[in-house]
């Protein structure tokens, strides 16, 4: 007897845990399968989200006008300087200042380079590009300009009206910076 209630007993035992493993293993598809649709769904909500990002910065692209590069406004002043200082009957050397890269300017077909009003290329300048069309902007590039070079200046102090001659006057060489002020 005490086998038959061993074998009802082992039984009962197995039968309680395939009852437990069977309802683990429902628990475990249905957890399975929800998180398979939750993957799906969050799936599609990410490509549907990507797509239209990539689909409204595209369209912002191609609305947004090109801006204008630092660089090529950079070329444009110093071509503008060299051509200008090379009819300096001296020497001349010249640095232009950078051009801000954060500066976004729109797209410039022809762009004017000009010295400003009262303005000259010697010394510590600057010089303004211009853009007309298709959206007006002009901007302003700091331009140091150097020139060394021989002048005449007199050796000793000259009265008002006394005539120089050789005698009086010397042959001194300079730069920009030092050259005497009228």
Known sequence: MRS?????????????????????????????RYSTRMRALLQRFLSSLLASFLVTSLVVCAQSPQTQ?????????????RAQTSSYTNRATFTVGNV????????????EVFVPSGGRLWGNSS?????????PWTLYVSVTVRVSGSYVAA??????GQRSVRQTCRLS??????????
Do not use: N
């Open 4 to 32: 038959m209630e061993k074998r009802q007993k082992s039984r009962s035992i197995s039968a309680v845990r395939s009852r437990a493993y069977r309802a683990q293993l429902l628990h475990e598809l249905k957890t399975h």
């Open 69 to 81: 590069s630092p660089a090529a406004v950079q070329r444009a002043v110093e071509d503008f300087v």
């Open 100 to 111: 801000d890269a954060r500066l976004a300017l729109p797209a410039c077909s022809a762009m």
């Open 127 to 135: 010089v303004g590009v211009r853009c007309g069309a298709p959206t």
């Open 155 to 160: 050796s000793r102090s000259l009265a008002a």
């Open 173 to 182: 060489k300079a730069t920009s910076r030092s050259f005497p002020r009228l």
